[in-house]
């Protein structure tokens, strides 16, 4: 089956640097997303990493490793506005299309 | 109206009640979706249709009832729903839902439904 693990709750300060980490054990593999989810909005778009390697975009960095089955999102300099959801999702190749698993959510609180 | 609408927002109701869910979207997709938020729980791909053809259904419970009359609406028809059923209900859509192609879901913000 398919199998995807991050980090329930975790906690930054204002102006740190934070890595939410996501290990998925899949078959199918065709990318992986990072979307954001502030409370009782709809998830965003983040990033999208399907080679191996590192994505930057501004202050949120998104980084692959295929052969490990593992990514993770680096938040730099942080903000109050980012405290929020963060959802790993593995695009899966069915028969049919594109599948997104997600994970179950990285819970990020942005202290002072 | 831009990206993707839900509507409501918010509903309550009983185990033998029927509502509908309402979603649109305005970015000309061809594939859209229907998943369950629970808490503590991965959001729960439920339905998938592509050009108006459903393509994925889950397992899902016959007590929700997919329509989705052209590329641009998808409803969810709910009858006889248990509590356990309470979830937060996402819509989202993207550009098709084609194996291997690139597929970036825009999501709606949800309805939060409460069974009683």
């Known amino acids: 089956g398919q199998n995807i693990d991050q980090p329930t709750e975790m906690t930054a300060t204002e102006g740190a640097i934070v890595q939410i980490n996501c290990t998925y054990q899949?078959?199918?593999?065709?990318?992986l997303f990072w979307y954001q989810q502030h409370a009782g909005e709809a998830p965003t778009f983040l990033s999208y990493?399907?080679?191996?390697g590192l994505e930057e975009k501004g202050r949120f960095s998104s980084f692959l490793s295929r052969s490990k089955g593992y990514s993770y999102l680096l938040l730099k300099e942080l903000q109050m506005k980012d405290s929020a959801s963060y959802l790993c999702?593995?695009?899966?190749?069915?028969?049919?299309?594109?599948?997104?698993?997600f994970g179950t959510g990285t819970q990020l609180k942005v202290e002072l | 109206e831009t990206g993707v609408t839900q509507t409501p927002r918010h509903l309550v109701m009983g185990m033998t009640n029927k509502k509908s869910l309402k979603c649109e979207q305005h970015?000309?997709?061809?594939?859209m979706y229907w998943y369950k938020q629970s808490a503590k729980k991965p959001l729960e791909l439920m339905f998938v249709?592509?050009?108006?053809?459903?393509?994925e259904n889950n397992s899902v419970p016959s007590r929700f009832s997919p329509e989705c009359p052209n590329s641009s609406h998808l409803f969810l028809h709910l009858h006889t729903l248990q509590p356990e059923d309470s979830a937060l209900y996402l819509c989202?859509?993207?550009?098709?839902?084609?194996?291997?192609?690139?597929?970036?879901?825009?999501f709606g913000p949800g309805t939060r439904l409460t069974v009683l």
């Open positions: 249709y592509n050009f108006k053809e459903q393509t």
């Open positions: 990493n399907v080679l191996d």
């Open positions: 899949t078959s199918g593999f065709n990318g």
């Open positions: 989202a859509s993207s550009q098709d839902y084609v194996s291997g192609n690139y597929n970036e879901q825009f």
């Open positions: 999702a593995v695009s899966l190749l069915t028969g049919g299309g594109n599948k997104l698993t």
């Open positions: 970015l000309g997709h061809n594939a």
